[in-house]
């Protein structure tokens, strides 16, 4: 039987990607070099340009040289071929503007094409100018029926924030041409999760509480708050990676499957899973969560400050580490802890979700045999993308009967001898190709913060300081208490 493919890789049209903040580290760092890429797999229009817009003023040549300083850095130099670069560099175009006030726009409109190619506007900025922008684009007529606008995360800071952010953003820019960025939609194994679900059946019939003994979601960093103290110190573990990244990982595992994998039916299975997650407010907080904070120690054999001597506030409560135990009340998960936790400064870099199933109903071996686990499911995201499936196996050996834990093992690099793209890559492109699917919805936004919003107050009612772990950790003692009354422990081992 053949199986149908659909590709959705189609040729991305003409267009005009106004870049503001373009002068950014976002833009230096992330969006050229990821256009850059998509410039050599020969995905980009003869007519395609980048508007970089910022306040300095500049012209066009010293832009080109920035960019080009910067693509040198960021690009592996294995992938710099010099007359593709050259290619790319004359795509780019540069304007002075105060971006939220129309008539300093002028510029912009004369220079931007009105041949009906795509026009979209990233907003690389600062959250709180994603509505002057919008507004301004909108008075200085810029904002056409078919232009798009990409923002980036964090929407808001809480739900109140949010929705006027998303309120403002709407008055000018219709839904369906709205892209909000979580770049974790981005990442190659996130996608593969949407593949691992519903293009393989085997895993369906295991895929629900009588099966599946909890989840385990992670997202581990080794690195501190770098440069990033004064954003870091306002938004805090929760805000910055919980909110969005962690719960999107936990609605693509949780959703029911979408019966097209069209933008809308994606999101609303995503929505129904954040609508089913079980409040946790001033009762249940001090069970349900944990939130930490590093102090100094040593990451990979170097010694690091604590977080507050690395944002120079002695009197800071953000935190820097959350651990969540999450209950998705709807009748396939109803009994299956879903038990989230990210940080800074941890032992190591690891992003992983673990599936881990029930035991065997029946034990037919003597304990003598060795202990037989539960099975496991791993996706890791990074480092080493790959899927592991930790099963109990006999070790060979002519004696005893010897049981072993033993993992078949999908490594993305092994097997695919192909570049790993960055999810900047396939989101840019998404957006000028008008795919919403891997972009986060308004309704999606607004139901994280409504579960999210009464964590925060109940832990700013509590007033309490963030339990403390040493950076090179895996966060505080309170961490493994969450799962360890549950009779269960986190994955920190190589199984
Ligand atoms: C960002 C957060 O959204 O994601 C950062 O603001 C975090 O604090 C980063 O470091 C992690 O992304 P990645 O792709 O390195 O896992």
Redesign the pocket.
């Known amino acids: 039987m053949t199986i149908r493919t659909t590709s959705d890789d189609n040729k991305v049209e003409p267009f005009d990607l106004v870049v503001f903040g373009g002068g950014g580290d976002l833009s230096l760092r992330k969006l050229l070099p990821a256009l850059y890429e998509r410039e050599r797999d020969q995905r980009l229009p003869d007519q395609g340009r980048i508007v970089a817009v910022a306040r300095s003023p500049m012209d066009d040549a010293t832009y080109r040289a920035k960019a080009r300083e910067a693509l040198l850095r960021y690009v592996p130099k294995a992938e710099i071929e010099p007359a593709l670069l050259d290619r790319f560099i004359a795509r780019l175009h540069y304007v002075a503007s105060d971006a939220s006030d129309a008539a300093s726009l002028a510029p912009l409109a004369k220079l931007l094409s009105s041949d009906g190619r795509v026009r979209a506007f990233y907003l690389a900025t600062a959250p709180t100018l994603f509505g002057p922008i919008c507004r301004a684009l909108g008075a200085a007529g810029l904002a056409t029926p078919g232009s798009r606008v990409v923002l980036e995360?964090p929407i808001g800071h809480d739900l109140a924030s949010s929705r006027a952010v998303n309120e403002q953003v709407g008055q000018v820019f219709s839904e369906d041409r709205i892209f909000r960025i979580d770049?974790y939609l981005g990442k190659e194994t996130v996608q593969n999760l949407m593949a691992l679900r519903f293009a393989n059946r085997m895993f369906e019939r295991l895929w629900n509480a009588s099966e599946i003994d909890h989840v385990q979601i992670t997202?581990a960093?080794t690195?501190g708050v770098e440069g990033r103290g004064p954003y870091?110190d306002k938004t805090g573990a929760m805000r910055?990676?919980l909110q969005n990244?962690l719960m999107q990982l936990l609605c693509l595992i949780a959703m029911e499957p979408p019966a097209r994998i069209d933008a809308d039916a994606v999101r609303d299975e995503k929505v129904k899973v954040l609508k089913a997650l079980r409040p946790i407010g001033a009762a249940t907080v001090a069970q349900e969560t944990v939130r930490g904070r590093y102090g100094a120690g040593a990451i990979a054999g170097q010694a690091v400050p604590g977080y507050l001597e690395e944002v120079g506030d002695a009197d800071s409560t953000t935190e820097t580490f959350v651990a969540v135990k999450c209950a998705v009340d709807n009748w396939r998960w109803t009994g299956v802890p879903f038990y989230l936790r990210t940080g800074k400064r941890l032992a190591e870099r690891r992003?992983e979700i673990v599936v881990e199933f029930r035991s065997v109903p029946h034990l037919i071996f003597p304990p003598s045999a060795g202990e037989i686990g539960a099975n496991r499911l791993v996706i890791r995201l990074?480092p080493d993308e790959g899927i592991h499936l930790v099963l109990t196996t006999k070790t060979p050996t002519p004696g005893k009967l010897k049981l072993q834990r033993a993992a078949l093992n999908l490594s993305f690099a092994e097997t695919f001898d192909t570049r790993h793209p960055d999810?900047y890559e396939r989101l840019v492109t998404d957006v000028l190709r008008g795919n919403q699917t891997l972009f986060m919805r308004r309704d999606e936004v607004d139901w994280a913060w409504r579960w999210v919003e009464p964590i925060l107050a109940a832990w700013q009612a509590t007033g309490d300081a963030p339990k403390p772990y040493p950076a090179g950790s895996w966060g505080p003692a309170a961490s493994t208490a969450l799962i360890a009354r549950d009779g269960r422990a986190w994955r920190e081992e190589a199984l």
């Open positions: 995360k770049h997202v960093e690195l870091y910055d990676m990244h992003s990074q999810a």
